[in-house]
């Protein structure tokens, strides 16, 4: 099964670009690379989904090097309301069922004023 | 509906009662999949539906645990014999499509369902 790994928590501050990094050294060849947003007391929520080099949307970036064993989560200027756990998925087509989608234990990532 | 829903919200029960939780995906998503997650944890899979059949049930921890989708649209889990142990957030997610790339699933998340057994 394709593993994820990313930093337990990260702190930032207002107005600041966080970066979030998530390995995921044995991704496949088809493998696609989701990140969610989690608040308290909510399901996660999609952020952004990436194949390969650059993708960006209203939200957020995501990086993806060329042998794409990590990728990088950018938040520009992050506000208070950033503050939630972050979650890197990537799928396994080594397994039997494409879309079984597991989570790992996510960054939680702090936002101070 | 417009998104996810799941109920109830809360739940308290005792241990050893049967418990169920049900989830109305969004009209028209094929995928189902049922979450739990506790405390300062990741959701951790249970089960996945695509349509009214259980694709893969790998996550379910135990006999315990069963789910169904009868109609391919509403879903309902069941817990018979509750312990203390399955307290937890249950969550549900729907979504579009099904047996594409892999990882390429993008899910909706219900609000999920709070179950703490006594």
């Known amino acids: 099964l394709a593993k994820t790994t990313q930093p337990i928590s990260m702190d930032s501050y207002e107005g600041q670009e966080v970066n979030i990094t998530c390995s995921h050294n044995?991704?496949?060849?088809?493998?696609?690379i989701t990140w969610y947003q989690q608040f308290p007391s909510q399901g996660p929520r999609f952020i952004i989904q990436g194949y390969k080099t650059k993708v960006t949307n209203e939200v957020a970036s995501l990086f993806i090097p060329a042998d794409r064993k990590s990728s990088t989560l950018s938040l520009p200027r992050v506000s208070l309301s950033d503050t939630a756990v972050y979650y890197c998925l990537v799928g396994d087509s080594r397994s039997y069922n494409t879309d079984k989608l597991i989570f790992g234990t996510g960054t939680r990532l702090q936002v101070f004023p | 509906g417009a998104g996810v829903s799941q109920t109830p919200s809360n739940k308290v029960t005792e241990k050893g009662k049967y418990v169920e939780l049900r989830c109305d995906p969004i009209?028209?998503?094929?995928?189902l999949y049922w979450y739990r997650q506790s405390l300062g944890q990741g959701p951790e899979f249970l089960i996945y539906?695509?349509?009214?059949?259980?694709?893969?049930d790998s996550g379910l921890p135990n006999d315990r645990f069963f789910a169904v989708r009868p109609e391919g649209s509403v879903s309902t889990l069941k817990i018979q014999r509750t312990e203390r142990g399955d307290s937890a957030v249950y969550l549900c997610a729907s979504s579009p499509l099904v047996g594409g790339a892999p990882g390429a699933n993008v899910l909706t998340f219900g609000a999920g369902s709070r179950l703490t057994v006594l």
């Open positions: 009209s028209g998503h094929t995928a």
């Open positions: 044995n991704i496949a060849t088809n493998d696609y």
């Open positions: 539906f695509q349509g009214t059949g259980a694709a893969d």
